[in-house]
T-cell receptor
Framework: AQSVTQPDIHITVSEGASLELRCNYS??????LFWYVQSPGQGLQLLLK??????LVQGIKGFEAEFKRSQSSFNLRKPSVHWSDAAEYFC????????????FGKGTTLSVSS | DAGVTQSPTHLIKTRGQQVTLRCSPK?????VSWYQQALGQGPQFIFQ???????QRGNFPDRFSGHQFPNYSSELNVNALLLGDSALYLC?????????????FGPGTRLTVL
């Protein structure tokens, strides 16, 4: 079955501390992986994506993610969290073909404490 | 460059009614996908339209239908509304001829069914 698991429902991080959000996937074909962020009452904003090549990808807002095929993981990291990073984060997997369905995890809520 | 736009922003309906949601894709995009995001969950794929035809469909009943117009905009129709249809409905656009599955999301329409 195709699925995405985000094991952490809610994470609290102190401002300035590092962050890692976990994502594991199960997908029958070559996976194309995404991280999206959603602020309250808003749509989804693409943080970064992995299609091929270098397994460490850089995104917007200082985020990065590392694709590990052997572990079926695509964890999101940020070295220093800002209060404005508080939001819901979703990991998604899909096929390469443009526009095919994305399968999302249930999300991780990030709270940032001062 | 306008991104993906959706209307209306919020909608309140009663059980048994019908609703139509609208989406305009990002400039240059030709494919529209619709997702349902229930409270506390990740988005779930409903269906996708390309060249005015439904190209792919998720596990949603026939009460959910759609349309794509020649200008690539799209509508999502839901008949015989149930309480469980209350959710944020997200539209995502992409460029099929671009080759890569990068989807840009709109702000969503919040549907409440009473």
């Amino acid at each position: 079955a195709q699925s995405v698991t985000q094991p952490d429902i809610h994470i609290t991080v102190s401002e300035g501390a590092s962050l890692e959000l976990r994502c594991n996937y199960s997908y029958g074909a070559t996976p194309y992986l995404f991280w999206y962020v959603q602020s309250p009452g808003q749509g989804l904003q693409l943080l970064l994506k992995y299609f091929s090549g270098d397994t460490l990808v850089q995104g917007i807002k200082g985020f990065e993610a590392e694709f590990k095929r052997s572990q079926s993981s695509f964890n999101l990291r940020k070295p220093s969290v800002h209060w404005s990073d508080a939001a819901e984060y979703f990991c998604a997997v899909g096929a390469r073909q443009a526009g095919t369905a994305l399968i999302f995890g249930k999300g991780t809520t990030l709270s940032v404490s001062s | 460059d306008a991104g993906v736009t959706q209307s209306p922003t919020h909608l309140i309906k009663t059980r048994g009614q019908q609703v139509t949601l609208r989406c305009s894709p990002k400039s240059g995009h030709d494919t529209v996908s619709w997702y349902q995001q229930a409270l506390g969950q990740g988005p779930q794929f409903i269906f996708q339209y390309y060249e005015e035809e439904e190209r792919q469909r998720g596990n949603f009943p026939d009460r959910f239908s759609g349309h794509q117009f020649p200008n690539y905009s799209s509508e999502l129709n839901v008949n015989a509304l149930l309480l469980g249809d209350s959710a944020l409905y997200l539209c995502a656009s992409s460029f099929t001829s671009g080759g890569y599955n990068e989807q840009f999301f709109g702000p969503g329409t919040r549907l409440t069914v009473l």
